[in-house]
């Protein structure tokens, strides 16, 4: 993707604090290239990623678009107002230090599916919410940046055994590990084991659990 991202940055929050360029990419997600191509000057964050130049969209602006356009649809119950909200705070947030857009971004280009991108946009609600801080929204990005989705009900099923065996050759485990949404339990009464981490139960409520 084009390192521009002062303009991705502007271009991508307009896009989500306006209920209509966030319907028009919802509805991009499911049209052919030509197409999405035909309305971007329409939609700022479809300007954009159609600018430099650039005749027609790549197969991975593509993919994009219809990661950007799930993220989108589970924002949807929120009103222009509240998406205004949630960015003017997350912008403000030391941790996010004006670049919150720009984050965004970052993660929805990183994520392998659309089912990850839903699930960015439901750490976001939380945060939108209240229900959780900008630093554990990090945390849950990174997260759902690393964990495999094929993985993740072995996962839950694993760690809400609350100990498992660390001899075990299992993926899950590893992949639980891996992700962040385990920690090796230190040998002690009972043995060694794993454990789920407190960014495990930020995900399975905030993100897993969450309608």
Known sequence: MEDNSEGLGISLRRTVENSEFSDAIIEAGDLSLEHISAIADH?????????????????????????????????????????????DRLNDEPAYSNRAAEALMTVLDRVDSTLKAKWVAKALR?????????????????????????????????????????????DQAQSALVSGLAAIRQAGFGGGGIAPT????????????RC
């Open 43 to 87: 939609v700022p964050i479809l300007k954009w990623v159609t600018a430099a130049g650039k005749t027609t969209l790549a197969i991975r602006d593509a993919i994009f678009i219809k990661k950007l356009a799930a993220f989108l649809a589970d924002l949807r119950f929120m009103s222009d107002a509240e998406r205004v909200r949630m960015m």
């Open 126 to 170: 939380a945060y939108a919410g209240e229900e959780i801080t900008a630093r554990q929204l990090m945390r849950l990005n990174a997260v759902i940046e690393r964990v495999l989705v094929c993985d993740v009900d072995g996962i839950v099923a694993l760690l809400e055994k609350q100990s498992v065996p660390k001899q075990a050759d299992d």
């Open 198 to 209: 407190p960014v495990y139960r930020l995900f399975k409520e905030y993100v897993l659990d």
